[in-house]
């Protein structure tokens, strides 16, 4: 459901794993029931969160310091 979706908006899966989506420069990350977006530009984000919200039950969750035992910097 969510890969018909974001194939629709044009993002593209990566080889090395499915979960991951991408368009230009802007990273979608699928884990499990989570999804992390990484973009330098916080405007192309927010966009992106508007449409998923519009199609998928959300909660919106304040930025990301550590994921799947990572630090992101």
């Known amino acids: 459901m969510i890969h018909c979706f ?3 908006l044009e993002y593209t899966q990566i080889h090395a794993d499915n979960n991951v989506f991408r368009k230009k420069t802007l990273i979608i990350v699928i ?3 989570d999804i992390f977006l990484c973009k330098l530009n916080k405007n192309k984000i ?3 969160k508007i449409k998923l919200n ?3 039950k959300m909660t919106n969750c304040r ?3 550590h994921y799947l035992e990572m630090l992101i910097t």
């Open 31 to 33: 884990y499990v029931d």
């Open 54 to 56: 519009n199609h998928f």
């Open 46 to 48: 927010l966009s992106l």
């Open 6 to 8: 974001l194939t629709d």
């Open 63 to 65: 930025t990301c310091k």
